[in-house]
């Protein structure tokens, strides 16, 4: 079903005599236990901004363990989400509003939100016990410890059982529509409208289980009436629509965006998509949502285990299908070895890293960018493979495709980076038109290359070998991990081949061009400072640079999407600038590679807390190396980073 | 019964014809000669396409065999030939992929994937040439030596006890599992033609003499003296009788089995083989019995037919294309909830 919203912005209800404040852009943030339907509550509220025409970036945040003790800060799972009148980049600093549905939540996030914001208490879950969890003394909402907020104390149980009480749920069932009257409550605060959601519910519980749909619309509506009529409030917040580009949009995740543009490089090059993976946080929803799919003829393979995956990705593509696969860092390891064995036989493959906090189990819900060596150097040999990493969630579609027009062009494994942020959070999205978007075009051969018989590994101008697939007669041949002799694809122990090969392989991959933007600019092209970033940093160090724009810096940000081969004319463009600083989350990784490539001084902001920058942190480190700072921790109220220079 | 003559007109292929122009790099004197001739017999007999048949294996002196057959081949990474095999199934069902394997390389390092490959039925034909040492590595025990063996790497004898490769492949639901013996060409050209023919994963272990680093390891089976009472030779609804004067036989004493003499036992009193039959425990009772206690099988343990993985795999996308219609892109792209800017 498609619904194309007209966006409804005017508040239904001016009735009552509150004030309507028109706001640029809000950030609200849903926290309660795992078992509270947080995330929910968030999507659909990430939803709904986006159909009335906002811009949005959201953050969804969870814990580790699916079934950490209820109520204690280990299980609090939270959603961000930032939507605003203008362009955005990030899911927002600070918190205007939050919903904490229990103590453990307002305990983990009530430092994120901004002085005078609004904290909404869901009261019924503030017992002795209730707080003794979560490690509270005495009950923070009594003891004017939040006297920086503005508190409203709403009992979310109660109202929840008493709007819920005719639909024939038991008490259980009942209380886990509490998101649901969160969710209400706050969308009557910035006068959303609820049909979105309540189309939600319907279509996924109004035919199979109508009482629960009938419960969640009515919890829904209760706390949207609650916030209409209850003295609690005093004022609505509207955000207008944002000025997009013109067209068509719609909200995407990374990792559906990645799922979608695999399919699509599939349908461009009219090839069998294999996808082949086991399950792993951040990068099972990939496969999820690819094994959704099998009516585009894609097929997906549940792996035993993560060797196995990038084998049969690689047997796939020996085939001649586009064999891929996805994992996240611990995988990635696991891997190493096949991948070596795809670069040694020059076959296509994408291998997806959603990266997450490492090293070993790590976080393994946490955001990071910590694999960018293990991307580059985690293999054993001279091991070269191309790398691209996408700067948004959305931006996920174009990299997949690149990857795929990559892989198969130039015959090599091609590394995709995300990360648990680009992964799971989402924003607008521009929907391509297909007919516009270039094919891929692939040969395979059908015809011997030599008089002498079919050469494996004769080479075109580009170092590409021929993918000759299994079924052609007379193209027989041999491939494997052992080196082989340049042309005919023999073992070889050559010494002088060997050094061939391995130059050969080097300036193949050297010499790729890239399928897309490797450069995303802003700013002017020389000036005081350059912030150089890849990944999921895009969008808090794009508004940095505005910022500090504003604040009449020369500033540029130059993001790099592709990491291997770096832009060609990247030397250039560093030395331009004074200063070249590098925030990642990662202890330096891309700022060694710019130091030993062009013997630039650039320094670190470095951020390692399994969460993304938020702006002000990148501005603050724009300005601490301006102002001739070397070392310099800067400490916030939710995160504290590091200024240091490379030379450690 | 008049069967149609073949056309005349097919070429006729000889084992040769599947040489590649690769010197063949084994020791001379090792089984695995023995093991690709009568590999390209079946090959010519059964008129085997090249063109359509990829030769897989991982890594160790068994590893090498893709090199020396004319047909499309990877030799990959160490225990990982199933991966890259059953990917290349799931992409193109159509091709004839073999698998060759050691005992180090699919029990030890690969053991995972040597599960999980014959469970899902994935349709490859795997060869295991058990010799029961790492011969590339030059020398050290494998999980199919015996305990107490004496190696580079145990000096004082390995304490390991020792897997059997036929029970762990019928453990793991194999549709089709049979052992043979280098030395025994006759039958071990029997052995593959039935494993070609089979629709499905076919496991096949090998008895493998190395003879630089474990030499003799399967005398006791190949000695003229000895091997009739050491064997039995396998056959579906034949009772299980050897001995070089065949008066011995294998009887079932509760759960188990015994040897018996056909002097004091009437043969009827003898298991009967079953290879069809759906439960596999007779099959892995026998994959039990070995040598000096009883006389190990040789042939056709077990050959069912199950649906190939790559069907039901296919099936399901066939489904899904009649439920939902081909994927329309645009529509894919789009999704259930869009908004427009103007
Ligand atoms: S080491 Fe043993 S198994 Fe390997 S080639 Fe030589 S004889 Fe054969």
Redesign the interface.
Known sequence: ?????D?VQAPPAQSNGKTVITLPSVTVRFAGDSGDGMQLAGTQFT?TS????NDISTLPDFPAEIRAPAGTPAGVSGFQVHFSSTDIFTPGDAVDALVAMNPAALKANVKSVKDGGIVIVNEDAFGEKDLKKAGYAVNPVEDGSLKCYRVIKVPINKMTTEAAKDSGLGAKDIDRCKNMFALGLVYWLYGRPMD?TLGFIERKFGKKLPAVAQANALALKAGYHFGETAELFHEQYLVP????????????TGNEAIA?GM??AS?LADK?L?Y?SYPITPASDILHELSA???????T?Q???E???????????????L?STGTSGPGLALKA??I??AVM?ELPLVVIDVQRGGPSTGLPTKTEQADLFQAMYGRNGECPIPIIAPASPSDCFNAAVEAFTIATKYMTPVILLSDGYLGNGAEPWL?????KLPRITITHPKESNDASGFMPYKRDESHVRPWA??????????????EKQDGTG??SYDPANHEHMVRTRQAKVNGIKPAGTDILWTGPKKGQILLVGWGSTFGAIKAATLELQKEGIAVAACHLRYLNPLPARLGEILKAFDHVLVPEMNLGQLRMLLRSKYLVDAKGLNKVRGQPFTITEVVHGAKAVLSGEVEIAVKQDSTSLDVSTGGE | MSVAPLPSNLPVLKPGDYATNQDVRWCPGCGDYSILMQTKKVFAKLGIDRSKTVFISGIGCSSRFPYYMNTYGIHSIHGRAPTFATGLKLARPELNIWMVTGDGDALSIGGNHFMHIIRRNVDVKILLFNNKIYGLTKGQYSPTSEQGKKTKSTPMGAPDYPVRPVSIAIAAEASFAARAIDMDVKHLEYVLERAAKHVGTAFVEIYQNCNIFNDGAFEYATDKATKSDTTLYLEHGKPLVFGKENDKGIRLHAMNPEVVSLREVNQDDLLIHDEKTPEPSLAFLLSRMRYPDFPEPLGVFRDVEHERYVNLVRKQNEEAIAQKGPGDLQKLLTGNETWTVE
């Open positions: 079903m498609t619904t194309t919203f966006p939803d986006a159909l009335v025409g979105s629509k944002a000025k997009l580009a013109p067209g068509k949009y719609r909200k995407i979608l399919i699509t349908k069998q294999v082949c799919h099998k009516n585009f003829n894609v097929v393979f792996a035993e285990d060797i196995a995956a990038v084998g049969a990705a690689i047997g796939a593509s020996f085939g001649g299908a064999g070895e096949a070596g064995l036989t929907i391509p038109d297909v007919s697939i299994p079924g052609t007669v007379g193209l027989e041949h041999r491939i494997g991990g052992l023999n073992v």
